[in-house]
């Protein structure tokens, strides 16, 4: 028996309403209408929506991307969609290295391709400098961020839009910082000087640089909430990426910095449950 398009679709909002719990005891809320499934999809960001060092150094490998890739170690919301049957087509738009001022371009070209649904995930190189006062001004990540929702708000496709928070960058540092190998390859590649900086010093100073870092990091998130909040048919994380404690296996060992694929596998899990297609 075939189903109408609105039959398929009321179905698949049924399915994205049917949810694990922590227990793993299924739950429902059939209150909750989820939108249409998209057609097109893109992801916008920095090297996490690109998944480096998730196949060899210094190379993206968009297959394992949290948000568009196709690997079903990572089950990605690309795939999770295509599971609640929507025939995608994705883009991704991410640039390793980019912050926040490059994300404006992003969203436009996101814009250009009609797509129905939009991930952004960017902070982490605004407070990743060679130096704390190098960092991205909030005010300054703020104004790239909402100009960035601006343009994605008033393309044509009038997407769905997930914002995921800037992860803890101070629990990427506690994980390694007693590892050897860890502390040669950052101090190696030069990675996220403004944290990783003197990993085994416990001197006040490069203490409270630390912390001033993740200060800057939890400003970012406030932004990107309230951006979200106030952008038409956006939904932010809630905190998931900030608030996931990645373990060792979650850390790409060709940087210690990056998620593996295990911990792309895991951002892929926390987003999805706060996405617009489950409740």
Not at 51 to 80: D, E, P
Request: contains cysteine; positive net charge; aromatic residues 6%.
């Amino acid at each position: 028996m075939s189903l109408t398009r609105r039959a398929r679709r009321v179905l698949a909002a049924v399915v994205a309403a049917v949810v694990f719990t922590g227990s793993g005891v299924l739950t429902t809320n059939a209150a909750y209408a989820a939108p249409p499934l998209p057609a097109k999809m893109a992801a916008i960001g920095d090297s996490l929506s690109q998944a480096i060092m998730t196949c060899s150094s210094l190379v993206s490998c968009t297959s394992n991307s949290w948000s568009v890739g196709t690997s079903g170690s990572v089950a990605s919301h690309a795939a999770r969609l295509r599971g609640l049957g929507a025939s995608l087509t994705t883009y991704n738009n991410a640039v390793t290295s980019a912050k926040s001022t490059g994300l404006p371009a992003q969203a436009t070209k996101a814009a250009s391709q009609n797509v129905n649904y939009v991930t952004m995930q960017i902070g982490g190189n605004d407070a990743c400098t060679p130096t704390v006062a190098g960092m991205t001004p909030t005010a300054t990540f703020d104004a790239n961020v909402r100009a960035s929702l601006a343009t994605l708000a008033a393309s044509a496709s009038h997407p769905d839009i997930f914002v995921a928070s800037v992860p803890n960058l101070k629990r990427l540092w506690e994980v390694n910082r007693t590892s050897f190998s860890a502390r040669l390859t950052w101090a190696t590649l030069g990675l996220c000087k403004s944290m990783l900086a003197n990993p085994s010093s416990t001197s006040t100073a490069d203490m409270q640089r630390r912390d001033a870092v993740q200060r800057r990091v939890n400003e970012y998130n406030a932004v990107l909430a309230a951006a979200c909040t106030a952008t038409p048919k956006c939904r932010w994380d809630g905190g998931a990426v900030a608030n996931y404690s990645f373990s060792r296996a979650d850390i790409s060992t060709r940087d210690y910095f990056h998620p593996s694929v295990t911990g792309q596998a895991a951002l892929a899990r926390v987003t999805w449950a706060a996405s617009q297609w489950v409740r």
